[in-house]
């Protein structure tokens, strides 16, 4: 590697660090610009951000119940749209309103736990970080989890949000049951006997039914886990991904744009070796964006050279994590980004990363991150994106500072080929016609929803448009 300075082999090194950052890593309407969202001005209502930066609002109120009836109380009296909101990383406009935002932080922790049935009733305000912990102090832990345990757990669940492993439904799949106060502060209970449909509409509801207050999960026994971390060439990872997946208890790849190099992120049960962590300064996705900048654009060989960087460094051990399985399965993010994801039929899954590689390579695209790619087993929640077909996510993410449009854009042409649904928490720009295609149930759910909120109040104005109902 005499033709690569250190300075260059630094920058790239730093996709070998991203390892440390990935495991684990509105409409064209894709979104406001950050300069059209509001800022701090005196005398006017604090406003409010998402983690990604790309939505804001100026609530005229912020409620912070304390208890169901409180809750109720303040549903009832709420001044304009009431949003629910959890921890803001939602990147579609799922949250904003200049009216009400209700939070669910003082509703938080677990309620009661049953040790024979390995179920517990928590608060919905609870993290997903504080969660982990009080279930095994149960002697329970959730079956999975998503890359990140910041979020809320209605947040999450409203959300279909997932991690990966083809056994694995997502988190609202684990509801069993749950309380939904609505805008008219009837307070409900809801499961597969009680109030059966509200309860398949609500488990995954984009917050659009009313407030949910508590719910049950189906946990198992807490559980330890084991990660492998192992950069391999993307076409054997591509060719051999369905036997890992069904081999391994979660399985998830990473591709990197530009190149052959892939990594593969394979976990099963129980405890083993962990590598030292890696020691890296500054944030290494941005490295790897400096050597893309540095040496991806040069002349007939800038994409050979960065491949041959990238494939450098890739050529490493193994790391390994392991622990109690809330500790393995979510991991810290340090570089802001925008997302886009879509799942597709799960066989579709290998074709459809394949063709967005092309198109990136072919296009001259410039991006650096680390394309994610999971399995989620299918369910019936009427809105979620796993809707009775076996799904595949395909990631897409874009640091903060950059226009993700052109990007997104392209890549979304390919997932409506593949019949991809858009996962609710992230950026799509479908409209409310394609979505119902998608969702057999789609018409039941605005039924459900109508029905608990027949005046509108739980619809902003991103909602109205994912539902096609005019202001
Ligand atoms: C860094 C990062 C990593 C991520 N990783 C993953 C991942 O691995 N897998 C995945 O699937 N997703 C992932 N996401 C997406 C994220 O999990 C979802 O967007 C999730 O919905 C965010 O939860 P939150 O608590 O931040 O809720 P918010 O974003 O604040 O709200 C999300 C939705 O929940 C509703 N809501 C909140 N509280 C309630 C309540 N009490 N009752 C009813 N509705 C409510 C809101 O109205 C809104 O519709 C990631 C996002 C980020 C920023």
Redesign the pocket.
């Known amino acids: 590697m005499k033709e690569f300075t250190r300075r260059e082999l630094l920058h790239a090194a730093a996709l070998a660090a991203a390892t440390g950052f990935l495991p684990g890593?509105s409409p064209t309407s894709l979104g406001p610009s950050p300069e059209e969202l509001p800022g701090y001005e005196p005398g006017k209502a604090l406003p409010w951000r998402?983690?990604?930066g790309n939505q804001g609002c100026r609530p005229a109120l912020r409620g912070a119940p304390s208890s169901e009836d409180e809750l109720a109380e303040l549903l009832r009296s709420a001044p304009g749209v009431i949003?629910?909101?959890?921890?803001?990383?939602?990147?579609?406009a799922?949250?904003p309103s200049d009216g009400t935002l209700?939070?669910?932080d003082l509703m938080s922790g677990v309620i009661a736990a049953d040790r024979e049935r390995r179920e517990a009733e928590v608060w919905?305000?609870t993290?997903l970080h504080q969660l982990g912990p009080a279930l095994q102090a149960q002697g329970q832990a959730m079956p999975n989890l998503?890359?990140?345990d910041?979020?809320?757990l209605?947040?999450?669940?409203?959300?279909?949000?997932?991690?990966t492993g083809p056994r694995f439904g997502?988190l609202s799949s684990t509801v069993r049951g749950l309380t939904?106060v609505t805008p008219r502060g009837e307070i409900i209970g809801c499961s597969r006997e009680t109030n059966p449909e509200i309860f398949d509409a609500a488990r995954c509801?984009?917050?659009?039914?009313?407030?949910?207050?508590r719910m049950t999960l189906a946990n198992q026994a807490s559980f330890d886990l084991t990660e492998t971390t192992s950069f391999e060439p993307l076409g054997d990872l591509l060719d051999d991904v369905e036997a890992r997946r069904d081999r391994h208890r979660h399985f998830e790849l990473y591709a990197f744009p530009h190149t052959e190099a892939g990594m593969a992120i394979a976990t099963d049960e129980g405890r083993g070796e962990p590598s030292p962590t890696p020691e890296f300064e500054g944030d290494p996705l941005k490295m790897a964006r400096d050597a893309f900048r540095k040496v991806g654009g040069l002349p007939l060989v800038g994409s050979a050279l960065y491949e041959a960087l990238v494939l450098r460094v890739a050529d490493m051990p193994a790391s390994v994590r392991s622990g109690p399985s809330y500790t393995v399965l979510t991991h810290p993010?340090i570089t802001r980004?925008r997302?886009m994801?879509y799942t597709v039929p799960a066989e579709a899954g290998p074709l459809c990363l394949r063709e967005i590689l092309d198109t990136i390579r072919r296009d001259r695209i410039p991006v650096v991150f680390p394309i994610e790619y999971r399995y989620v087993r299918r369910d019936e929640l009427w809105l979620s994106m796993f809707h009775e077909r076996d799904g595949c996510?395909i990631?897409l993410h874009q640091f903060v500072d950059e226009d993700y449009r052109p990007y997104f854009d392209a890549m979304e042409r390919i997932f409506r080929k593949y019949e991809g649904r858009p996962?609710?928490?992230?950026l799509h720009g479908l409209s409310a016609a394609e979505l119902r295609g998608l969702y057999p149930r789609w018409q039941d759910f605005l039924e459900v929803r109508e029905s608990l909120d027949p005046e509108g109040r739980m619809l902003n104005e991103h909602l109205r448009g994912v539902f096609g109902q005019s202001a």
């Open positions: 890593c998402n983690w990604g949003r629910p909101v959890g921890t803001g990383h939602s990147f579609s799922l949250v209700v939070a669910c919905a305000g993290r998503p890359d990140i910041y979020q809320t209605a947040g999450a669940v409203a959300t279909s949000t997932h991690g997502s939904l509801s984009l917050g659009a039914l009313g407030v949910v207050s993010r980004f997302e994801e996510t990631s996962h609710w928490g992230k």
